[in-house]
């Protein structure tokens, strides 16, 4: 079975700080991660996906993502963050073929100060 | 471009009336399409998922069901509604193919009162 930890529930950071969001998989063949982000009352919207190649995927916005096979870990990341990346973000993996079954982690609020 | 559309955006209901939630993808053809639900300030869980017209699966038992009557139409109800059922729902769609990534829908607000 596969699952997703998002140890962090919320984080708060200022505005030009640089971020970490931290995501930690547990699935034993090869997994194809994402990072979304909710906006209040909004639906999702995919960041960044990893399915193979440079571990390092660029996405949306100035994200990036670091897949660390390894540590089992697919963290987001960006340079500096502004007052509007406030949201819900939320990393996902699936490993099915035939249901594209997406497992969520629980998210990290992140709230940036202007 | 393609575009999702879910109705209504919000819903408060009575615990036993029946429901009805509409999902409608345009500019994609033969789309898989999913249900999530998402309860307040938690994760998602995906409920149903379907490959083409009239084929449903169930990945949830929530006492929902799900149908597919159009090429581009997703639809969850169910007939008697649970103080449980308070949520957030969400459509998404995906090209055919595996390990695709989803694109969501606004999603609809449910108030099981």
């Known amino acids: 079975a596969q699952s997703v930890t998002q140890p962090d529930a919320r984080v708060t950071v200022s505005e030009g700080a640089s971020l970490q969001l931290r995501c930690k998989y547990s699935?034993?063949?090869?997994?194809?991660l994402f990072w979304y982000v909710q906006y209040p009352r909004q639906g999702l919207q995919l960041l960044l996906k990893?399915?193979?190649?440079?571990?390092v995927v660029q996405g949306v916005n100035g994200f990036e993502a670091e897949f660390i096979k390894s540590n089992s870990s697919f963290h987001l990341r960006k340079a500096s963050v502004h007052w509007s990346d406030s949201a819900v973000y939320f990393c996902?993996?699936?490993?099915?073929?035939?249901?594209?079954?997406?497992?969520f982690g629980h998210g990290t609020i992140l709230r940036v100060h202007p | 471009a393609q575009t999702i559309h879910q109705w209504p955006v919000a819903e408060i209901k009575a615990v036993g009336s029946p429901l009805s939630l509409g999902c409608t993808i345009k500019?994609?053809?033969?789309?898989?399409l999913y249900w999530y639900w998402q309860a307040t300030g938690g994760t998602l869980q995906q409920l149903f998922y379907?490959?083409?017209?009239?084929?449903v699966e169930s990945v949830v038992q929530l006492n929902l069901s799900a149908s597919r009557p159009k090429d581009d139409q997703f639809i969850l109800s169910t007939e008697k509604l649970l103080l449980s059922h308070s949520g957030f729902y969400l459509c998404?769609?995906?090209?055919?193919?595996?390990?695709?990534?989803?694109?969501f829908g606004p999603g609809t607000r449910l108030t099981v009162l």
């Open positions: 996902a993996v699936t490993a099915s073929a035939n249901t594209g079954k997406l497992t």
């Open positions: 990893y399915y193979s190649g440079d571990p």
């Open positions: 379907s490959i083409t017209v009239g084929q």
């Open positions: 998404a769609w995906s090209r055919q193919g595996r390990y695709a990534e989803q694109f």
């Open positions: 699935y034993s063949g090869t997994p194809y």
């Open positions: 500019g994609k053809s033969s789309p898989n």
